[in-house]
Structures are given as C-alpha cells and as structure tokens.
C-alpha cells in the first residue's frame, strides 16, 4: 500500500487537469529544517545523497514510481506522482516532502536509514539555488566493470620486453614518477621462493643464483621455481583451501555434511590444470570436486539463505566472479545492484527440486527463475540438473566472460604485489587503479590457455615486481602505486621457515593426497601381514588384537620413521607413549617416532581392532559365528642411528617374532609388562596377497614422499601456532587473510607451547654436532634471511650461543633470528 | 561516534588496542542511531559462568515438585530430582545442593524465562555458537564471540592483561572445530580473540618465560633479539607498519608477563584458607582465577564447567547422580566468588552472568509443539538409577543467575509451568535481550554495528536486542 498517497495525488491532479498538489500545512512547513546557508557543491553534497538513497529504486536503470534521476532532465520531468521538485521552492517541492515522511506509507527513500535533517537542509538550499548538476553527471545504468574481454592497446616503444611494464611506464608518466633501481638479487630471490613455493631459499642455490651472471637468470630461476610441481602444489593448497572452504578437520566432516577435494585440487596443482578446466570440474563437478559446491550441510534448520544450493551460488559469485551475493540471498543487496531473484535464479541451477524464494527467511511464493548472473554468456535451459551444471560450467567459462580472468589475475596481483589492481578483490564491480594492466594480464592469460604458471610468470618476471617496497600505511587515501608493501610471511610460511631453520617440521600429513612417483628405489616387502590366528585374512574373529614387539638399540637415534596400516584400526605405543593411530587399512599412515625411542630395550605396542562387517566397530554381543572378515597388520620400522660414529639402519618388521593377545592386561603397553603368557603372532602373508592386495612399492613410496619432520604446514590441520599466526577456520570463503602483528600472536610465540617444542627439538638437532659456534651462527643467518651476519651480528650471536655450543643458547638465538622482522616480513 | 573523540580514547585504550587500529583493521565503527544513545555503564567487568552442556533448569534453580527415585516409578513423573530449599529471599526457592548459593541470593538476579533458538535438530554446538555470538550459525561471515565484542569496542580494563579471557576448555577433544568457531573475534580480527586457559592451575604457565627457561635466561633472550634486531639492515629500509606491529605486540607481550597483572594468574600466591574455600575442582579453581584476574583489572572472562559430549552437564543418562556432583563443584566456589568480590568493592561493577545454551526434560525434546527428533532413549518406567534425571534437550525454558553489574538485588524475573512441560509463561528472555542487558550494563548500545563487506554486522541480532530494563536496580 505505499504508493497510496502518490497514486491519489496524481488521480487528483487528473481530476483538476494539472499536476497540482496539495501544499503542505503552515505547521508541516514550520517542521522542515532549514535550508543550508552555503553555496551547495552538488558533488560533494548532493550526488553522495543521491547515489546513497535514491539510486536504489530511482537509478541504475531502474525507475520505481516512472521516476528516473539518470540525468538533471529526468530528474525534473518527475514521475507518476509528479515534479520532484519546484526550482526555488524548496517548501513545495516533493521530493522534500516524501524525505520528511510526513506520511509514513510514502517516505522516501522506502528502504534504508531515512535522510538527517541536516541532509534535508542541504537539499532544500540545492532546490532554492536552483538544482544544478554537475556536468556529466550519470546516475543511470553504468555497464558492469572488468567483465568484457577487452584488450588493450600496449605502447610501441621497445623499451620494456614485459608489456607489464610497458603499461606501467605510462602510469609512471602520467603520475611524475621516475623508476626506481630494481631490488638487488637476494631480495629477489627471497621474493620469487616465497611467493612461488612457499619456501625459503637455500643457501646453496641463492649463492649459486648471487654469483651468476648469464643474462636473464632471474628469468631462468623464476621457470626453475615453476618447474618445482611438488612444492608449488604444496605451496598453493593454502590458497585454494581458503577459498575453497576445503580443510582436513572441521564441522561437517564426520557427519558427512561436508566433503574433501583435498585430492582433486593437489592433483590439480601438481599437474598446472588450466584455469578454466579447474573452474569448470569445480562448477560442474565429479565426485572429487563436488565438496566446494556442496558446502556444509547443516544439521537441523538453516536460514533460507545459507542452504547448499544458496552456499554454492555465493561461494561461485565470490570466488570467481568477485561479486558479493550474501547480501542478496535475503534481500535485495543494498551494496550492490544484485537482487534476491539473481541470488536464487543462479542458486536454483543447484537445487534438485525448484526452489521458492525467501525473503529475509519468510516464503514469497514466487519461484526461483534458473540463471546465471550473466545470462548473456550462455542460457540454462536444461531440466536435468546434470546438464543445467554442465550449461553452467560453460557459461563461467565462456570466452565472453572476461569476469572470470579478471578476478582471478586480480587476486595473483594482489598476493604478488601486496595489493590488487581492483579493492576489495571480492568486489570487482569497483573501478582498477590501472584497467590497462588488469585487461592486458587477463588477455594474455587467456590466450595462453588460462596457464596460471605463466601468468605468475607474467608477474613476477616484470620489473614491477621488482621494485623496491614501500611503505603503504595503514589507511589509503587515493592510491597510487609506486611498488610493492611489505609483506608478511603467511602462517604456512613462517611455519614452513621454521622447518627449513630447525629441520622440526610436521611427522604426519592429514591431507590424504597421491603424489607423483619417486624415483626408482628398491621396494621394501619384508613386513608381512600379521594377526593372532590363521586365515585371518579371510575369516578373522571380530574384536581387539594386542601385538608387542621387542628389540634393542645400540646407539642413540637420528632418525626412525613408522609406516603401518590394519584392518580396520589401530593405536600404536612406542615404549608406552602413544604415537599414531589409523583406522582405514587401504591408507597406510607414516609417523616419526624417533623422539620416542632409546638405546636399549625398546617396544613397539599395538591395539589392533578388527571390526564387524560393514565396518561397525564390535561389541561383546554382537561377535557371533558368522561375523568373522579380514584382519591383518603390516608394521615397518625404519630406524637411523649412530653406532661407534656410523650409520646404521635397523628395520623392526611385522612378522612371527611378534607376539599377540586377545586379553588387555594392565600396563600392556609398557615395557617391563611381562608377555610371556602371549601367543607368536600367526603371519599370514606379504604385502601384496589378497584381500588387501598392497602394492609391493606401498611402504617405499609412503617413506620418499614424507621426509621425517618435513612435512609442510598447508598439509596438516591448523595448530596452536598456526591459528595465531591467522590459519582461518574455512566455514567462510576466505580470499584475504589479515596480516597484521597481534598480541594474542606474539603471546603464543612468546612463550607458546607449540613454537618452544619446535625450538628446543631443533636446537637439539643444531647442537647434536660439534660444529663451532660461528659457523652454526652463519649457517643460521644464511638459511633464514638469506645473507652473511655482519660482523656485530656475528660477535652478539656467538655470545649467546656460546662456544662450544650451547643447547639453550641455539634455542634463543633460533627464537630471536624466527622474530626478526627480516625473517618474518618479505622486503 | 563517526569520529574517535582522540583524546578520551588514548585515555583509556591500551597500546595493544592502538597498535590494532594503526594496523588498520578494516571494520569501522558504524554510527547509525547507536551513537546518539549515551548509556552509562553500571559495570567494567563481565564474568560469564558457562554450565556448557545444557544445564537442567529444575534440577539447579527452577524447582518443581518433587519425586525421589523409586524403582518403577514411571518417568512422567519426574520434574525434579532434588528437594526445593529456602534461600534468604523468600519468593526465591532452589534445589538441594546449591545451599551456598541460596544464603547469597538476596545479592541476585535470577532469570528462569531464558529460551533457546528453535535451530531444527539439537546440536550442542549450533547452541553454543548461537549463544555466544548472538546468531545461529552458519552466518556469512565469521560472527564474533560476545567477548571479542566487548574487547573490541570498551577495550581492556587494564592496557596490559588481554581483554578477553577463556578459562576452562580444552580444543583437542569432542566438537574441538565447532567449539572453536565460536571461540574467535571473527571478522573483528584476532586482536581481539580469546586469551586461552585451559587449566586454572597451570594459568601461571600463560604468563611466564616457556618451560624450562628461568625469568634470567628470559629477559636475556628478549635483550639480545632486540639487540639483534637494531643490527638488521631492514632497519636502515625505513619503518613500516608491519615492522612496527610486530614489534610493538611483542613488546605488549612482554609487558603482559612482567607485569603485576601477571601475578593475578598464579594461583599458589593465594592464601591456603581462601584456595580452600574455592577448591572443589578445576571449575572452582577457576572461579578463584576468574576472581584474580578481576581485582588485577580484566575486562571479559568467560569460565566454563567445559563442554565434552556426554559430560558434565550434558546428561544423556545418570541425570540425578551426575548433577549431584555438578553442583558440589559449582556451588561453594560460586558462592565465594560473589562474596569476595562483594568484599573488595568490586561486585557492582561487576557483572557475573551463569548460563547454559538450553535446559533439559525427563521426556519433552525442544519445545512444546515444536518438538524436534529425539535423541536420547528414555523408557517411560524408570528401573534403573541411571534413567532418573533430565536427561532430553529442552529449550522453552531456562535458568540464568547473574550477579552485580548494577542489577537488581533479590530479583526474580520470568515464570516457567508448574507442570510438565515447564515452558516460560511470562516474561521470555531470548538470547539477543540477553545479550542487550549485557551490553547495556557495559555501556554498549545494541544497536552497534560493525562494518563488515560493506555491511553493517550489529552486536545483537540485526540490531534488535531490548535490554531487559526491569533488571536494572
């Protein structure tokens, strides 16, 4: 019933054959505020106005009440209801009298805060003074920014090989800049392994790279680094995990509300997947990938806004389109121009049945229409859901889209060069500081195929990477870019440069992932399956199995890692400490138990369970005849250790020297436990019989790609450390993470658990040799921040460390070099 | 508030609140109508005592008939398991087992109306996260914990103890990702998370050097970095806001464990006749703790009884027994708690609020007419001890005892059925009026919003919690 009072007024303006309305009453009158006494600036005083409380309905194309305000003619012409305004009459203008909401039906603007009356007394004095516009002034339809495939024209000078640079040049120009020198090798250097694998330079390669000096070998190093597909994958999971709501733990997982594509995108990674196949299998998926537009399945009732069709049309608009489409699942957006039947007409292509649309979670009784947000790149038009996905793939990834390039080469830009082309990244509706260089970075991705090795290539090779960093800020005002700001390492980073500095890395990956093959290794097929009877492997009784197994150690230990599997389950104790456990036997789990072993007598302890068919776990009462199926344990040891100044490799295998028991006896995890009422273990075959059917290369493989203690932060689940330092819970897309210092961070790194287990195990490992104190001070300096220590740096850290060398002396100089801002920021 | 007022902010802010501003955390205080409301605190403090888990009601303080347990008794018949005592106010009873807590009710608040969220299926952390953020999951965008809203918008009492405080949960067991999504500033960036204890008794180990290294080793350590970092050629690069940042939130670190706000967290400088009084386990440990830390000036401390699925108070079967031991832990800490407060001038300025994301029933799961799935089989003839008690989700009432904060003294508020089931019948309480009372008595408008995606995100429920004026004395 709101445009009552208009539709009578202008019934009785017909009535009187004119467009007069009643005036307001002397007492209405009385109630306006003042017109301003200023000379108005209408950009800066009534345009914002405008754009923020009446473009909504009255502009961008639309015109509620026949009431356009695209252009001053528009404007004046009025609506249905009549002129907006009278010139120099501010008293009897309407439009004053709807922004006073004399009458609440009719109010304007209908949604949103109502005006101040501060803002009504600039807009009387605007309507006195004669309701001038700016020249130019557009407040109609504005076409959709960075969404076309343009290209555009590069300078013809000779002077840059990167037209990056090239486009820059004339920005420069344009912004009295003059180019500065190019950062010098080593902080290149720093950059390019950070930004492309994740990694700290070794020392060995940066002096190899310093002392070079063929043409373009920042050229060649950048190609070295890409060609590194393992720890570029690595490097990259982090990224695509955030933004993909993808995670090894977390709501969801257990209930099987929320699915994995863990595989899929490491694989995709590994292999440099062309983007816009990688869209496309993520849009239009295979089992592998549906995880992304699935989400999270909620248990009980959701807001009509957050169900998985609705989660997958957010996350799509945000992650490749760089549209904000939350708001708009409600209600019409008030921040952007995308309305509640955009959100639901993209949701609807997910949804198995037609969906209704809600509105601020309240049924509407319309139904949802089935679009894309950009119905010109290509039509959905199937009713099979599977086809309509597979329309929707194509439409994303259509040539025409130029949307999709954009965003994606805005967000590489941005982690690159510290900020993006276009702010927010997830807003690509907002205009570039330079849309030469973003149209020309995505033009040139596309025709290279969407290759996104080569647009970081692109990047990363121009001098504008190069350039020396600069202070940015905190707050910007009018950007112009003159190089990169400072950036901070990420959580993954720091925790990965620790590794790099301490050797302490993770023992265990949570990302089930199959890597490329190693190189050919002998493969290990000592262990065999074990369990407590014969013909286990087809018809074991259901229920736990304990297994011992005892030997000794000479020396102390360097190294010992574990690969094991079971059917079903297991927990394994190392000298009565419990250190892995498992419960899928087609997975077999790697765990680094040197820590726990020592010179003499040691135990391996495992509770093997084997479970009922259908893999329930078992219960005295539900162990009938009838319920028996394969049970079996497979159990390798790998220990390094040092024997009178050498070497040695000792294997502790599965086999009959184990012994097993049905019944837990106190304390059967430790040493000391007598076991001599236990049974020899029955072995039931190598690794490759059936039902199990391992390959002979399972335990090789499992060894070659976990390197003990150097597993990479972006393949375990978040810790202590990790969530301080800014790992998100990925229940949101999340495209940008904070970076800021906080105390609750510098709290955990001050004295933290997690940061002193890894100082004091790595400075353990630094101190174990008899290396003199300046050249474990070197060693450190070089591998951390990539350079000599001065000679003063090297006289304080010596003091510290001590000579010999102390255990706590390394550990705070490793702490003290770990909070060095050269370690921690990338210059 | 478009504008800081400079001056009157740098008064009361700490470095560490400065250093997150200059840092340029992106949310911007969103004016709106919440700046012309001036509200004048009645508190500096909050305490919440969370009984994670979902605390029977009539079992703690909302007494209905009793029924002692009598093999064959049929379930229907089971409204409380406990005896109703008197307390010093006459219109307020509870039940045996809280006798502490009853000689201090004429200092109390009581609210027995409290309902939860009607979220489909019983989930305890959906609950949860409802409860502490004011919306029920999922959200948009990554909605901060009540805490982290006090701590970004009043700031810390005391520039140098974290402003937020969690005492009592562990991360590494149960619902551990649930629990910690809620446990965060979210979108208000992780200045303003929680500063987290898991254990009372070892909170000394938060504010001291790492294990194994002495206060000498330590300062020594934090000399020769800073030593160290002046040779670093980065310095002569200019300064930059991330250089700066880092090294300022160490240096509030630091400040944090040489403080003597620091000392607020060593429990064994408690005097033993007074440790003993609060020593009925971890809870009550932490009822001492959370009472340290509030004379050594923190500004949000949120304590727990701790959520584990199926225990405490999250009784699926043993309802009777199990809460029997509950309320031996909560009771005399509690008690002692207000007390002491109350003795060194603080309580009024400090509000302790006690509650639980929903309350249980012998029989009815959810609410009434709007009954969810069961989960928890309960025969209709109670033969065994371990069937006795509350032991179904029920979220159309609930218990929630505050204290201090400028409350009202020896006040009941809400009514709940005599009979099953025993639903609110007057003046309900939902989370985001919760919620506005608690920002009220901190001088924070409900209104408040933050910008968040160009969006404002209001501190309760799109801006439209009432505070519950009746409280207020």
């Known amino acids: 019933m709101k445009f009552n009072a208009a539709k009578i007024l202008f019934l009785s303006g017909l009535v009187f054959g004119c467009a007069a309305r009643a005036a307001l009453t002397p007492e209405q009158v009385r109630q306006l505020p003042a017109p301003a006494s200023h000379p108005i600036d209408f950009a800066k005083e009534i345009q914002p106005i405008l754009e923020t409380s009446c473009t909504k309905c009255h502009g961008h194309g639309k015109e509620k009440g026949g009431f356009r305000i695209d252009t001053r003619e528009t404007f004046l012409k009025g609506g249905d209801a009549g002129s907006a305004v009278v010139i120099g009459k501010s008293a009897e203008s309407l439009l004053v009298e709807l922004v006073m909401g004399f009458d609440p039906e009719s109010v304007m603007p209908q949604k949103g805060s109502k005006l101040k009356p501060d803002q009504i007394g600039l807009l009387r004095a605007w309507i006195d003074q004669g309701a001038k516009w700016d020249q130019g002034v557009w407040l109609g339809k504005v076409e959709a920014r960075n969404l076309k495939p343009i290209s555009p024209k590069i300078p013809a000078d000779k002077k840059f090989s990167n037209p990056v640079d090239s486009l820059l040049d004339v920005y420069f120009s344009a912004n009295k800049i003059k180019w500065p020198a190019l950062v010098n090798d080593r902080v290149f250097a720093r950059r390019a392994y950070l930004d492309i694998i994740g990694l700290l330079p070794p020392p060995d390669e940066l002096e190899r790279f310093v002392a070079d000096n063929s043409a373009d070998k920042r050229g060649k190093l950048v190609k070295t680094l890409l060609s590194e597909n393992r720890e570029y994958a690595e490097h990259w999971l982090t990224f695509w995990n955030d933004m993909l709501r993808n995670d090894y733990k977390g709501t969801g997982y257990i209930d099987g509300g929320r699915k994995q594509i863990t595989k899929w995108l490491f694989s995709a990674l590994e292999s440099n997947m062309p983007y816009d196949t990688f869209v496309a299998q993520l849009v239009n998926p295979t089992p592998e990938s549906e995880g992304f537009t699935k989400g999270i399945v909620w248990r009980g009732v959701v807001n009509a806004s957050q169900v998985p069709p609705m989660q997958a049309a957010q996350s799509i608009s945000q992650v490749f389109m760089g549209i904000n489409m939350k708001c708009a699942s409600c209600h019409d957006s008030f921040i952007n121009d995308w309305q509640l039947s955009d959100a639901y007409a993209l949701a609807n292509i997910y949804a198995d049945e037609q969906m209704e649309q809600f509105e601020c979670d309240k049924p509407t009784g319309k139904m949802a229409a089935t679009k894309f947000l950009y119905p010109e790149f290509g039509e959905i038009t199937a009713t099979n859901k599977a086809v309509r996905l597979k329309q929707l793939s194509e439409s994303v990834t259509s040539p025409k889209n130029g949307r999709l390039s954009r965003t994606f080469v805005n967000r590489l830009w941005g982690r690159f060069m510290g900020r993006a082309l276009v702010e927010p990244v997830d807003d690509m509706e907002q205009a570039a500081w330079n849309s030469d260089l973003l149209n020309f970075l995505a033009e040139d991705f596309v025709t290279h195929k969407y290759d996104v090795k080569h647009l970081i290539e692109r990047i990363i090779t121009s001098r504008a990477y190069q350039l020396p960093a600069v202070n940015v800020g905190e707050i910007e005002k009018d950007y112009v870019f003159r190089g990169p700001p400072v950036r901070r390492l990420t959580a993954e980073q720091f925790r990965d440069a620790l590794t790099t500095l301490t050797g302490v890395g993770y023992a265990s990956a949570d990302a089930k992932i199959e890597s490329a093959p190693a190189a050919k290794v002998p493969d290990i097929t000592s262990p065999k399956w074990i369990w407590n009877m014969k013909d286990a492997e087809t018809k074991g009784k259901a229920g736990t199995v304990y297994f011992r197994k005892t030997w000794n150690l000479a020396g102390p230990v360097s190294e010992a890692r574990v690969v094991m599997t079971c059917d079903n389950s297991f927990t394994l104790f190392v000298n009565g400490k419990k250190a892995g456990a498992g419960k899928d036997w087609s997975y077999t789990e790697l765990f680094d138990i040197g820590p726990l072993l020592k010179s003499g007598e040691n135990l391996i302890a495992v509770e093997a369970v084997n479970y009922l068919p259908g893999n329930v776990a078992p219960t005295e009462a539900t162990v009938v005849p009838g319920s028996e199926n394969p049970a079996g344990l497979l159990f390798y040891l790998q220990i390094h250790s040092q024997e009178g100044g050498v070497d040695k490799k000792t294997e502790v295998v599965s086999d009959g020297s184990w012994v097993a028991s049905e019944e837990k006896m106190a304390g059967w995890e430790n040493l000391g436990v007598a076991s001599a009422t236990w049974a020899p273990a029955v072995e039931l075959g190598k690794i490759s019989i059936l039902p199990w059917r391992l390959s002979d290369g399972v335990i090789t493989r499992k060894l070659a790609e976990n390197k003990p203690g150097t597993i990479r932060a972006a393949l375990v689940a978040a810790d202590p450390l990790m969530v301080a330092l800014g790992r998100p819970n990925r229940e949101q897309v999340v495209t940008t993470r904070p970076t800021a210092a906080t105390t609750l961070q510098a709290l955990e790194m001050t004295n933290g658990d997690t940061l002193s287990e890894i100082l004091k195990r790595g400075a353990m490992n630094l101190s174990g040799h008899t290396t003199p104190s300046r050249e474990l001070v070197q060693k450190i300096y070089e591998q951390g921040v990539g350079r000599k220590p001065s000679s003063a740096e090297l006289q304080l850290a010596e003091q510290l460390v001590g000579e010999p060398v102390k255990r706590e002396g390394v550990e705070d100089f490793l702490w003290a070099v770990a909070m060095l801002p050269e370690f921690q920021l990338i210059y | ?473």
């Open chain 2, 1 to 473: 508030m478009t504008d800081w007022n400079r001056r009157d902010f740098l008064k009361t802010a700490s470095a560490a609140t400065l250093s997150a501003l200059a840092a340029g955390f992106p949310n911007r205080l969103v004016a709106a109508e919440a700046a012309e409301e001036k509200i004048n605190a009645t508190a500096d403090t909050v305490i919440i005592l969370w009984m994670g888990g979902g605390m029977a009601s009539t079992e703690t303080f909302d007494p209905k008939r009793y029924a002692p347990f009598e093999k064959g008794m049929p379930t229907q018949k089971v409204l409380s398991t406990f005896p109703t005592i008197d307390t010093v106010v006459d219109n307020i009873k509870l039940t045996e087992g809280l006798e502490n807590i009853a000689k201090i009710m004429d200092r109390a608040s009581l609210i027995r109306s409290y309902t939860a969220g009607d979220l489909g299926f019983i989930l305890h952390s959906r609950h949860q996260y409802h409860w502490h953020t004011g919306y029920p999951p999922p959200q948009t965008v990554a909605a901060p914990h009540i805490g982290s809203v006090i701590a970004r918008t009043v700031g810390p009492r005391n520039p140098a103890m974290p402003a937020f405080i969690d005492i009592g949960q562990r991360f590494d067991l149960g619902e551990g990702e649930e629990l910690k999504a809620f446990h965060t500033a979210g979108f208000l960036g992780s200045e303003f998370g929680p500063f987290l204890i898991s254990n009372p008794e070892e909170a000394v180990k938060a504010v001291r050097p790492p294990e194994g290294m002495s206060p000498a080793r330590f300062a020594n350590r934090d000399k020769f970095f800073k030593q160290l970092a002046a040779k670093s050629p980065i310095g002569q690069l200019g300064s930059d806001y991330q250089k700066e940042s880092l090294v300022r939130s160490l240096d509030n670190a630091n400040r944090l464990l040489s403080s003597d706000a620091a000392k607020a967290f060593d429990l064994s400088l408690e005097p033993k006749e007074s440790y003993a009084k609060y020593n009925t386990g971890r809870f009550g440990l932490g009822c001492l703790l959370a009472r340290r830390l509030t004379e050594a000036g923190a500004r949000f401390i949120e304590l727990t009884t701790e959520y584990i699925p199926f225990q405490y108070w999250d009784t699926h079967e043993n309802g009777h027994t199990r809460l029997v031991d509950l309320k031996k832990n909560i009771d005399a800490p509690i008690a002692q708690l207000v007390l002491d407060l109350e003795k060194k001038g603080l309580l009024d300025r400090t509000l302790i609020v006690l509650a639980s994301e929903f309350s249980r029933d012998a029989l009815v799961e959810g609410k009434p007419g709007n009954e969810v799935k069961g989960q928890v089989a309960q025969p209709d003839i109670i033969e065994d001890l371990k069937f006795y008690g509350m032991h179904r989700h029920f979220t159309d009432a609930g218990s929630v005892l505050c204290f201090g904060g400028g409350l009202k003294k020896g006040f009941l508020w809400g009514k709940t059925a005599e009979e099953r089931p025993c639903k609110t019948i007057e003046n309900r309480v939902v989370i985001e009026d919760l919620h506005a009372t608690i920002y009220r008595a901190m001088g924070i408008s409900s209104k408040l919003a933050y910008e968040v995606e160009k969006r404002p995100f209001y501190v309760t429920f799109d801006g439209k919690g009432k505070p519950i004026m009746d409280l207020f004395g």
